[in-house]
């Protein structure tokens, strides 16, 4: 066969053939010729639909002009290889010399006729059965990337319409696979650097660099996800528990089938926990800390509290392979990295969880932004999160942390000491009042910090804060605050209830407005300084509740007449208040109401 199947690379790792031109050489065939050209010619036939397959592959990207190119000339380089063999394979068979079968070959591809031959009697208008496939081919190639244009066009406009409705994108639209994660929580992150981290990179060395705020949303927002997530309730399963402080650890839950979370959320929400302990139910609201693209678990970071029913429950307890009864997510306080083109978070102690939920996000999504965290905490040893910050840290040049201790631990501290002051904020950030601040904390700090804010500029509706804690106030002081009286004669070891009922008889005496349940049809004086919820439980009505706080929103009951005022009703979306709800924690009037509950 001599140097028939010598050929070279092409330019897109086919083969430019030597095939016809090494025909014209060869001499009459024989039959053990004709069967290795004929096995040649199949061979070129299986090339050129390898590579017209690679061309089609490519050309279902239509939205890559590169692609289209690269595979336009590959589709075109196998039908010229497919083309010549099966030219090659239909002369053989009919016992046409190897010359005359090349020949035959130039003249076609030049558009010339052959001498000697007429229109070959299995045409069709004159086009050969090969051209009528070639033809057929190219319009299902088309047709394919026409299909897959408006496929793609449609799975845009159901996720548009899913993020406009707050829902979830219906079966078969995009699903928007989560970026690599830097790590959930907490010091445990598999890729964190092990051992103690050291502090002084934690504070910033150029307090005088202003922050760059950048107009215009960066591309990479364009994927975030802002629609309101789903409630959703269940049971999760204490994967892990980690340590962060003597008086911290964090709990981390996931699926207990092993599948990713049932609920999505946003970085800064916070979730339910209901536990039955000592025979009765307890609710508590708590922040999650760890960033929505972790999928297969949630975490939130609890302190111990001196008094905690809950936390001490918790943290004595709750052990790995438990189950937890959730409801998630709630709350505003979020962000996402489109509400603004940079963020200040200040915290103080646990109040960190939900701007470390934010940090998390923002730095696994490669968020450009300018990234500002004020930490303050009692002693060095109370740093939550301390190595995973300077960790992200050194990867993120964009996040800048500035921490102070309140006091000296027993830990080496070359940081801050004492808390921060209106000197300290502007000094830090001379343009303060060009950032979005979200701020939470123990209520007294929050107060503190919000004033410096207010007084160094920035516009009250640029703070957001999350209020930290719950509102355990008894009925019985709220009562003698509200009335001034002095004392009230009830056991201390009396249940609340009995409280309650001695409140009522002392204060029965003096007119003060009532508030009515309708559905229970009960009704209780409503003091000006005691909420409706509080008036709820000196009679025994059950309201659900969680943080008493105005955020979470579990606690909206619909106002049927009277009016209240609410000191905060960020729990209560525009809709609510439109229709009438009101936040029972938070809600007091100075006249007769009535709800619905």
């Known amino acids: 066969m001599g140097g028939m199947g010598g050929e070279m690379e092409g330019e897109h790792g086919g083969r430019t053939s030597q095939f016809f031109p090494s025909l014209i050489n060869l001499p009459e065939l024989n039959a053990d010729q004709r069967a290795q050209l004929d096995q040649a010619a199949q061979q070129r036939m299986s090339d050129g639909a390898s590579l017209m397959s690679r061309g089609v592959d490519l050309l279902s990207n239509p939205e890559d002009a590169a692609s289209i190119r690269e595979g336009t000339a590959l589709i075109r380089e196998g039908i010229d290889q497919f083309q010549s063999g099966f030219a090659a394979r239909e002369a053989l068979q009919q016992g046409t010399p190897p010359q005359t079968v090349a020949f035959k070959w130039f003249r076609q591809q030049l ?71 830097l790590g959930g929580g907490s010091g445990s992150s598999p890729s964190a650097p092990a051992g103690p981290a050291t502090t002084a990179s934690l504070q910033s060395t150029s307090v005088d660099a202003t922050p760059a705020i950048e107009q215009g949303v960066p591309s990479v927002q364009s994927s975030l996800r802002t629609a309101k997530p789903a409630k959703w309730s269940g049971k999760l399963k204490v994967l892990r528990v980690f340590g962060e402080t003597p008086s911290v650890r964090t709990f981390r839950m996931g699926d207990p089938g092993g599948g990713t979370l049932p609920f999505d959320y946003l970085p800064g929400q916070f979730l339910d926990l209901t536990l039955a ?23 939130i970071t609890v302190k111990r509290e001196a008094q905690g029913v809950v936390s001490g429950y918790l943290h004595d307890k709750v052990k790995e392979g438990d189950e937890l009864q959730i409801s998630a997510p709630s709350g505003r306080f979020t962000f996402t990295g489109i509400e603004a083109n940079s963020i200040v978070l200040i915290g103080g102690g646990v109040g960190i969880t939900p701007l470390m939920s934010v940090i998390r996000y923002l730095t696994a999504r490669g968020w450009p932004n300018e990234i500002v965290l004020l930490y303050c905490f009692r002693e060095p040893g109370d740093f939550i999160f301390r190595e995973e910050l300077e960790y992200l840290q050194q990867r993120n040049p964009n996040l800048r942390v500035i921490a102070a201790a309140t006091r000296r631990g027993r830990e080496p501290w070359i940081g801050l000491e004492g808390r921060f002051t209106k000197e300290i904020i502007a000094y830090s950030l001379p343009k303060i009042a060009s950032y979005r601040i979200h701020l939470c904390g123990p ?147 100075t006249a007769d109401v009535a709800v619905e509950a």
């Open 111 to 181: 558009n010339l006729a052959v001498p000697g031959e007429e229109a070959e009697p299995h045409t069709l208008f004159g086009l050969s059965p090969f051209h009528l496939f070639s033809m057929a081919f190219l319009i299902v190639i088309g047709t394919a990337a026409i299909w897959i244009y408006f496929l793609r066009m449609h799975r845009a406009r159901a996720l548009m319409l899913s993020l406009a409705t707050g829902g979830t994108p219906p079966a078969g639209g995009i699903s928007q696979p989560p970026p690599p994660s």
């Open 277 to 299: 302990i000592d025979g009765r139910s307890v609710k508590r609201s708590y922040t999650i800390a760890s960033s929505p693209v972790e999928r297969d678990y949630v975490e």
């Open 443 to 589: 209520p007294p700090m929050m107060e503190a910090i919000r004033g410096m804010l207010l007084e160094l500029g920035v516009p009250k509706e640029q703070i957001k804060t999350e209020a930290f804690g719950t509102d355990q106030r008894n009925p019985v002081l709220a009562a003698r605050q509200a009335t001034g009286i002095a004392a009230i004669d009830a056991p201390s070891t009396a249940p609340q209830r009995a409280n309650g009922a001695a409140a009522r008889a002392v204060i029965g005496a003096i007119e003060l407005p009532t508030v009515t349940f309708t559905l229970s049809r009960k009704s209780a004086p409503l003091p000006p300084r005691k909420t409706i919820l509080e008036a709820s439980e000196d009679i025994g009505v059950n309201l659900d509740y969680s943080c008493r706080s105005g955020t979470c929103g579990v606690c909206k009951v619909k106002l049927l007449s009277g009016k209240v005022t609410m000191e905060v009703d960020e729990g209560l979306e525009p809709e609510d208040k439109q229709q009438g709800f009101i936040l029972a924690c938070q809600a007091k009037a």
